[in-house]
């Protein structure tokens, strides 16, 4: 069984608000979980306290034991401390320019 730290959508349409779960990497994302371990409420200023909460000794109990974040929840046990901050892509891959394109600029250029 593969176990994944990862968010859950809950709050109202428009309004979200994310619980940081331990689950199986199977169940279905707002599914059953194992262990709630932290909130992130993505409504309040980045500064706020309470915008990312964290049961860090439960979080470190579960990387003990295998457990693997997914990306956006390790940006948030990077910010903590808990694990190395994640290497952040600076362009995401989908805005590459494809082969035909890359091929008309090197003729042009």
């Known amino acids: ?4 730290i990862r968010l859950s959508r809950g709050g ?6 994310y619980s940081i779960v331990v689950a199986n990497s199977r169940a279905p ?5 194992i262990e709630k371990v932290g909130t992130y409420n ?5 500064d706020h306290p309470e915008r990312v909460v964290l ?11 295998g457990a693997q974040p997914t990306d956006r929840v390790a940006r948030f046990l990077g910010k ?6 994640p290497a952040l ?11 035909k394109a890359q091929e008309r600029a090197k003729a042009a250029g």
């Not at 069984?1 to 994944?4: A, D, G, L, N």
């Not at 049961?55 to 034991?65: M, S, T």
């Not at 903590?80 to 901050?85: D, E, K, V």
């Not at 892509?89 to 082969?99: D, G, Y």
């Open 42 to 46: 993505p409504m309040v200023p980045h």
């Open 1 to 4: 069984m593969s176990v994944k």
């Open 89 to 99: 892509r600076e362009t995401p891959k989908k805005s590459a320019p494809k082969a």
């Open 80 to 85: 903590a401390n808990l694990i190395p901050m």
């Open 12 to 17: 109202a349409k428009k309004r979200p608000f």
């Open 55 to 65: 049961q860090e000794d439960r979080i470190k109990e579960w990387l003990a034991k």
């Open 29 to 33: 994302r707002d599914g059953d979980f």
